[in-house]
């Protein structure tokens, strides 16, 4: 496996890259495969809108209403900021993809959802609670990101995404387009060094660390589930499965997602040291068959955003039937993502905005609580995080908002 490893020079050129702005600019010196770093906090926080305003939320069932209003005291969420998205270095504006949060900072992946290719990822520090600033952000020319996962002491940051195959110097009978890369960081700044390697299938999903590897998902033809080192990103066992959508870890193996025949979901629940992969076939298609599709496993429970089908939550322990929690919202649009934290389950639908459930009780699989918010602004939601304390909504194109679970 071929393994692209750059250090960024710096140079004393001006270079115009959209929302990096003009100075402190780090680049490759190679054609293909560019990434430009800035440090320009000034320029890069005029993306950042503090808000710092009570979340009202909606306390109907159905579809998404802007009126009747209504926030309880067990419910209570403050909506801190919005942020925009980055450009592109023809001033197309980028959309957000991916969202992790670890120790007070918050990072923020994002691709061009269209031909060419480019991509970002944003750091924010958010110790001060009521003002998030943006500290780094990278911006990829040439590639698409669509997620990224961060090691537990922040200063190693790794991505999957892709790009257009006939621009890369791989070679292309064992790669075709997608990536996974790896970025380090320094006192909440991206350095100038980059790790790559090229993966046999179109697009990187998703990703996740475990231990001394990652996974990733990777589709769709010619796609599966690969295990990683993370010494060199060279691959060490991987899954054969077209259509892999999503994958995260559990307590000692690894869950992922696909569909069957581009349609059909199937949880695969896999143990690479033994080469030994499980999977558990749902009853339902899925549309559309190229949505988000995240999985999340918190608390012994796995929960799908499944598209048209809703959210649904599976707690694999042997029993007879896994199915825990079920929400569809019947909304206009479908569940693109979801995460959980204690209480509440959180789901990214699109045009409708952001669901807040609170969890299932057993044996009942529906939620009691059903709460909604869209800050009527007509943009899409496609992914939401969660570590318990911050809410981060991802709206595509229209950036990120930064909420706060108050209660």
Same mark, same amino acid.
């Given at each position: 496996?071929?393994?692209?490893?750059?250090?960024?020079?710096?140079?004393?050129?001006?270079?115009?890259?959209?929302?990096?702005?003009?100075?402190?600019?780090?680049?490759?010196?190679?054609?293909?495969?560019?990434?430009?770093?800035?440090?320009?906090?000034?320029?890069l926080?005029?993306?950042?809108?503090?808000?710092?305003?009570?979340?009202?939320?909606?306390?109907?069932?159905?579809?998404?209403?802007?009126?009747?209003?209504?926030?309880?005291?067990?419910?209570?969420?403050?909506?801190?900021?919005?942020v925009?998205?980055?450009?592109?270095?023809?001033?197309?504006?980028?959309?957000?993809?991916?969202?992790?949060?670890?120790?007070?900072?918050?990072?923020?992946?994002?691709?061009?959802?269209?031909?060419?290719?480019?991509?970002?990822?944003d750091?924010?520090?958010?110790?001060?609670?009521?003002n998030?600033?943006?500290?780094?952000?990278v911006?990829?020319?040439?590639?698409?990101?669509?997620?990224?996962?961060?090691?537990?002491?922040?200063?190693?940051?790794?991505?999957?995404?892709?790009?257009?195959?006939?621009?890369?110097?791989?070679n292309?009978?064992?790669?075709?387009?997608?990536?996974?890369?790896?970025?380090?960081?320094?006192?909440?700044?991206?350095?100038?060094?980059?790790?790559?390697?090229?993966?046999?299938?179109?697009?990187?999903?998703?990703?996740?660390?475990?231990?001394?590897?990652?996974?990733?998902?990777?589709?769709?033809?010619?796609?599966?589930?690969?295990?990683?080192?993370?010494?060199?990103?060279?691959?060490?066992?991987?899954?054969?499965?077209?259509?892999?959508?999503?994958?995260d870890?559990?307590?000692?193996?690894?869950?992922?997602?696909?569909?069957?025949?581009?349609?059909?979901?199937?949880?695969?629940?896999?143990?690479?040291?033994?080469?030994?992969?499980?999977?558990?076939?749902?009853?339902?298609?899925?549309?559309?068959?190229?949505?988000?599709?995240?999985?999340?496993?918190?608390?012994?429970?796995?929960?799908?955003?499944?598209?048209?089908?809703?959210?649904?939550?599976y707690?694999?322990?042997?029993?007879?039937?896994?199915?825990?929690?079920?929400?569809?919202?019947?909304?206009?649009?479908? %569940? !693109?993502? $979801?995460s959980?934290?204690?209480?509440? /389950?959180?789901? @990214?639908? =699109? #045009? +409708? &905005?952001?669901? *807040?459930?609170?969890?299932?009780?057993?044996?009942n699989?529906?939620?009691?609580?059903?709460?909604?918010?869209?800050?009527?602004?007509?943009?899409? %939601? !496609?992914? $939401?995080?969660?570590?318990g304390?911050? /809410?981060?909504? @991802?709206? =595509? #194109? +229209? &950036?990120?908002? *930064?909420?706060?679970?108050?209660?």
């Amino acid at each position: 496996m071929k393994t692209l490893k750059i250090i960024l020079n710096v140079t004393l050129m001006t270079v115009f890259l959209g929302y990096l702005g003009s100075c402190d600019i780090l680049n490759t010196g190679s054609e293909n495969n560019q990434i430009s770093v800035t440090n320009d906090l000034q320029k890069l926080n005029e993306r950042v809108s503090i808000v710092n305003e009570p979340v009202e939320l909606d306390t109907t069932s159905g579809q998404m209403s802007t009126a009747g209003m209504a926030k309880g005291d067990d419910h209570t969420f403050t909506h801190v900021a919005t942020v925009s998205s980055p450009l592109d270095v023809n001033e197309n504006s980028l959309s957000a993809t991916s969202i992790e949060i670890r120790a007070n900072k918050i990072y923020v992946s994002y691709h061009l959802n269209s031909n060419p290719y480019a991509g970002a990822i944003d750091i924010f520090d958010v110790k001060d609670e009521s003002n998030p600033t943006i500290t780094s952000s990278v911006y990829f020319s040439d590639t698409d990101v669509n997620a990224l996962e961060i090691e537990e002491n922040g200063k190693t940051l790794w991505y999957a995404g892709g790009r257009d195959v006939s621009k890369t110097d791989y070679n292309e009978d064992t790669h075709k387009g997608a990536v996974v890369g790896e970025l380090k960081i320094d006192k909440d700044a991206f350095e100038d060094y980059r790790k790559e390697t090229p993966l046999p299938s179109y697009s990187g999903n998703a990703l996740v660390d475990h231990s001394r590897q990652l996974y990733v998902a990777s589709g769709a033809t010619g796609g599966g589930f690969f295990e990683l080192s993370k010494d060199d990103l060279s691959i060490i066992n991987q899954f054969d499965v077209d259509f892999a959508k999503y994958i995260d870890r559990r307590k000692d193996d690894i869950i992922g997602l696909s569909l069957m025949n581009g349609e059909q979901a199937k949880f695969n629940i896999m143990d690479f040291k033994k080469g030994e992969m499980n999977g558990f076939e749902t009853s339902f298609e899925v549309t559309p068959p190229n949505g988000k599709n995240v999985i999340e496993h918190r608390a012994a429970i796995t929960y799908g955003a499944f598209g048209n089908q809703g959210v649904k939550g599976y707690k694999f322990d042997g029993g007879e039937d896994p199915l825990v929690y079920e929400f569809d919202p019947e909304g206009e649009d479908v %569940a !693109n993502a $979801v995460s959980a934290d204690g209480k509440y /389950v959180y789901i @990214a639908h =699109g #045009t +409708d &905005g952001l669901f *807040i459930t609170t969890q299932a009780r057993s044996p009942n699989k529906e939620p009691e609580g059903i709460y909604s918010w869209d800050n009527d602004d007509q943009s899409s %939601a !496609n992914f $939401v995080k969660t570590d318990g304390k911050f /809410v981060i909504l @991802a709206n =595509g #194109t +229209d &950036g990120i908002k *930064i909420l706060k679970r108050d209660k």
